[in-house]
């Protein structure tokens, strides 16, 4: 079985950064896919972009290439992924998943974007 | 990207009845595509995973077909806890995309 828990919720104010943190219980957390996916109040699911922490190498919807950054910390088993010059419309509920697939979900973190 | 049409929008139904979504995706996926399942206030649940196989610990009531570009979830006989939203989303292609939803309501 495999829980992610994450962060709590945020505000910020426009213009700024937030950071989201996902902890990761599984056994094999180096090789393991963690996406970020996001919903806007009352919306649908968009994909940001997805790590595998042992390579290294995430990858980024277009959307959102250069204002997202996804990092794993191995010693932590935890995955992050920071978002920059927040505007109004990022405010939404923040998730990790984990798997190929979303085969596990974290609980979400609201980010609330508001001056 | 490829893009992911869900109908209807909404489907209104009762109890016991079978409930029948589909997702077209706008060019072939094969056979890279899941069902998820949310209710108010939750994370989404993974229900069917490569168009036809059952996540761990789904019931038997919930089936998947298609390939290509056409796809059906199917609810045999709805139960109360089964009303909520359902997406389809592929991983055939960079960026991951899910469709717009299905709400299944209570008639």
């Known amino acids: 079985q495999v829980q992610l828990v994450q962060s709590g919720a945020e505000m910020r104010n426009p213009g700024s950064s937030v950071k989201v943190s996902c902890k990761v219980s599984r056994t094999t957390f180096s090789s393991y896919t963690i996406h970020w996916v996001r919903q806007a109040p009352g919306q649908g699911l968009e994909w940001m972009g997805r790590t595998i922490p042992m390579f290294r190498a995430p990858i980024y919807a277009q959307k959102f290439q250069g204002r997202i950054t996804i990092t794993a910390d191995e010693s932590r088993t935890t995955v992050y992924m920071e978002v920059t010059t927040l505007r109004s419309e990022d405010t939404a509920v923040y998730y990790c998943?984990?798997?190929?697939?979303?085969?596990?979900w974290g609980q979400g973190s609201l980010v609330t974007v508001s001056s | 990207e490829i893009v992911l049409t869900q109908s209807p929008a909404t489907l209104s139904l009762s109890p016991g009845e079978r409930a029948t979504l589909s997702c077209r995706a706008s060019q072939s996926v094969s056979s890279y595509l899941a069902w998820y399942q949310q209710k108010g206030g939750q994370a989404p649940r993974l229900l069917i995973y490569d168009a036809s196989t059952r996540a761990t610990g789904i019931p038997a009531r919930f089936s998947g077909s298609g390939s290509g570009t056409d796809f059906t979830l199917t609810i045999s006989s709805l139960e109360p806890e089964d009303f909520a939203v359902y997406f389809c989303?592929?991983?055939?292609?960079?960026?991951?995309?899910f469709g717009g939803g299905t709400k299944v309501e209570i008639k």
């Open positions: 998943a984990g798997g190929d697939y979303f085969d596990y």
């Open positions: 989303q592929q991983r055939s292609t960079w960026p991951l995309t």
